[in-house]
């Protein structure tokens, strides 16, 4: 289940909860993001007015409740004096006479408020508001396990795609410096060979065996080897007979003590001989 489906069904039992523990018949609530909070659950309802209404900071009951931290009550929402009014068309459309609201805080920050509401006038006993205060409080641990899950699963994705794309830089590393070489074994300027032969020392590690050795043209023939070239391949382009390649591959097998080219590849990474 995706974050955002199971904040969903944390609301759902929310909204349940309160209803069925102070009996009211309504509940609502929403999200509070930079400040304006968004009725978008709803439980008890008759109309589609109040969906997607955005309540300012400090506005209405709700947003009341968001910007003091605190529990806020009317008993006759028509004629609450400590209250705005901006919201009264979807408000008594719905039939509300009185209502409460809590803030959901998760972090020190409001992140919802959660509403009750009847449709007559009526004064909310401390029952009900320990009911409300519960169930925003049991909102707020299931948000902030959410958060947390989906901060965790935000770092995992963003350590998969780093190690994706390490894997790829060394990759072009790996095919950049076997280029190199081939390049070299093609150079007779001596200066310009030697300039190369610094370039490519730079892109390799230093070895971890100091007592496993082997010579510039064994690396240049496992490079490529390693990028999956044929002995063929690896002949042409170092211009060198297959037969000379594989002679090659077989010292460096005997050296590394290995038996096949590939354990060659893996070992000579490990001993950092190669890259």
């Known amino acids: ?57 400090g506005s209405g009951v709700g947003g009341r409740a968001a910007a003091t931290a605190r529990m806020i009550a009317v008993d006759d ?21 009185s209502t409460a609201a809590v803030p959901v805080i998760v972090a020190g920050r409001p992140r919802g408020v959660l509403y009750i509401a009847v449709r007559e006038r009526t004064v ?7 009911v409300l205060a519960g169930a925003a409080a049991q909102l707020a641990d299931d948000l902030a396990r959410w958060d947390a899950i989906e901060r965790h ?36 300027d001596p200066v310009l060979h030697g300039r190369l032969r610094t370039v490519v020392d730079l892109l390799q590690p230093s070895a971890s065996r100091p007592d496993v050795r082997l010579s510039a043209r064994d690396i240049d023939v496992l490079a490529l080897v390693a990028l999956g070239c044929t002995y063929a391949e ?36 490990r001993l950092n001989l190669l890259l």
């Open 153 to 188: 699963a935000s770092v995992l994705t963003a350590q998969h795609l780093a190690d994706d794309a390490g894997r790829v830089a060394i990759d072009r590393m790996r095919e950049a410096q076997a280029e190199l070489r081939v390049l070299m074994s093609t150079m007779s």
């Open 234 to 269: 690896v002949g042409r382009r170092l211009g060198l007979s297959p037969q000379t390649v594989k002679t090659y591959m077989r010292d460096i097998c005997a050296r590394l003590q290995v038996s096949g080219r590939h354990e060659a590849v893996v070992v000579a990474r």
């Open 77 to 97: 929402y028509r004629s609450a004096r400590s209250i705005s009014h901006e919201y009264d068309l979807p408000v008594l459309s719905e039939g509300i006479a």
């Open 124 to 130: 909310f006993g401390n029952r009900a508001e320990d």
């Open 1 to 57: 289940m995706r974050p955002a489906d199971s904040r969903g069904a944390a609301w759902d039992r929310a909204l349940r909860t309160v209803r069925r523990s102070t009996r009211a018949p309504i509940a609502f609530g929403g999200s509070v993001d930079q400040g304006v909070l968004t009725l978008e659950h709803f439980s008890g309802t008759t109309t589609d007015l109040l969906r997607g209404l955005a309540v300012e900071h």
